[in-house]
């Protein structure tokens, strides 16, 4: 039986709406300064080139300074500059937000406006890998003034910055470029390859491009999710979602935001590790966190640990698993999510009091940064009301076994570390220490604003 879902999803671009009605556009372009083949020939846009990272100490990729700060200067700099500009559908500085009490400390927005600016459509969430489809919206329709810049490797080895560097189609570069409805502040696209117009799934090419991304910054608050489609993907267009949940705003009067430099809780789960692989990656298990998941970690050089994960989503994606990622502390660590929360709401398997919330538990969600659409449902924030919605994520322990039996087939993994088979001390899901009913938060919240 095929399963359908009628999804609302974000809108990510100022241009993202139906072409219909829009049969006459002016001579030599569409007018709206697109990237598609009726605007881009003359467009010249930033260019970032960075360095190509590989050995052990990754921490020590970088000799001298950059020529542009990429973190504070390139992504938030201009992600400002584009706030300041109007460019986004609200303001979400404006969103309250605060750590709910408790032993992980999960993070609670209240983001109405996000809710309100939606369009319909409808998703298919039994199919993963679904193709490209160009007469549905894609990112070749953002306008240029989203793009913030384009991201490649250097031809030399140097980190190179280019503020107006002609876009060279034939090569199909990879931009970085606003959504224009975020969930945070600096939260912008990372599209690779954008012109080969990719369907939302995992490539080795792909995946190595959004580790390099993640060693840039340098920063442990700087982080990179992916979501299949069927696991709250919304554009069917290859890209992965960044988040910097660390503003060093100190001393600016210019910028209205918070300061918020916390681990996501998913970062502070405890882990038994249950292989380690050719290459030094080691794999790990989630324990004591509501969604069962694997932690890849090490790596000899940066294209081992981004072989090993893509080659474990490029297994869930042929195996017809949606799932999620969080790639996180500088590209060192990387968490892989399958997850059945479509399939259980196109089912009838949720509760409706969690389909009443209408949030869509993806990547950030999962890793514990809860975008809540609902007043009531910000005030009453708690752990336990977190950990209950994230449970219906989670594959049962059955089910995720077999899939990780998949996984380490994929890899090349036969044997898994003998002092951990038969020793779960916690199931993942069913920790007495989180309680699985809905209560209404009653502790004082750390609000930040």
């Avoid at 981004?306 to 297994?315: E, F, K």
Wanted: with cysteine; proline share 6%.
């Amino acid at each position: 039986m095929m399963l359908k879902i009628k999804r609302v999803p974000t809108v990510v671009s100022n241009f993202q709406k139906d072409d219909a009605g829009d049969s006459s556009r002016p001579v030599g372009g569409c007018g709206r300064s697109c990237l598609k083949a009726c605007c881009i020939p003359d467009a010249k846009l930033p260019l970032y080139a960075f360095k190509k990272v590989n050995g052990k100490d990754l921490a020590m990729h970088e000799c001298g300074e950059p020529p542009v700060a990429f973190l504070d200067s390139l992504v938030l700099g201009e992600w400002e500059e584009r706030m300041q500009r109007g460019l986004f559908r609200y303001d979400v500085t404006a969103c309250e937000t605060k750590v709910i009490p408790g032993e992980y400390g999960f993070v609670a927005q209240l983001n109405e406006g996000r809710h309100l600016k939606k369009r319909p459509t409808e998703f298919r969430v039994d199919k993963v890998l679904q193709p490209f489809d160009e007469n549905k919206f894609n990112f070749t329709k953002v306008g240029q003034e989203e793009v913030i810049f384009q991201f490649e490797a250097s031809d030399d080895g140097k980190i190179q910055f280019f503020p107006n560097a002609p876009v060279d189609v034939d090569n199909s570069p990879s931009f970085v470029a606003i959504n224009v409805s975020p969930i945070e502040y600096g939260h912008v696209l990372l599209i690779p390859r954008i012109f080969e117009c990719l369907p939302q799934r995992i490539d080795r090419e792909s995946f190595l491009l959004a580790l390099h991304m993640a060693v840039e910054a340098d920063n442990p608050y700087f982080r990179l999710g992916y979501n299949s489609l069927g696991a709250f993907a919304t554009i069917n267009h290859l890209h992965f979602q960044v988040l910097v949940t660390e503003l060093p705003l100190v001393g600016r009067d210019d910028v209205f935001a918070y300061y918020l430099a916390l681990p996501f809780p998913i970062e502070k789960a405890p882990t038994k590790k249950i292989a380690n692989l050719n290459g030094g990656v080691k794999i790990s298990e989630l324990l004591k966190y509501p969604v069962r998941g694997l932690v890849f970690e090490g790596g000899d050089t940066l294209e081992d640990l981004s072989n090993v994960v893509s080659d474990a989503c490029i297994c869930l994606q042929n195996s017809n698993i949606p799932f999620n990622v969080l790639i996180s502390d500088c590209g060192k660590q990387v968490f892989l999510l399958p997850q059945c929360y479509a399939e259980k709401q196109a089912l009838g398997e949720v509760d409706a009091e969690l389909l009443d919330t209408q949030v869509n538990p993806a990547v950030w969600e999962i890793s514990g940064h809860m975008v809540l659409k609902r007043k009531k449902d910000y005030d009453e924030a708690s752990e336990g009301n977190a950990w209950r919605l994230l449970a219906e994520v989670s594959l049962s322990e059955e089910r995720f076994q077999e899939v990780n039996d998949l996984i380490f087939e994929a890899i090349g993994c036969s044997e898994l570390d003998d002092n951990v088979q038969g020793d779960k001390e916690v199931d993942a899901v069913s920790s007495s220490a989180h309680p699985t009913v809905v209560v209404a938060g009653s502790k004082e919240c750390v609000v930040l604003q």
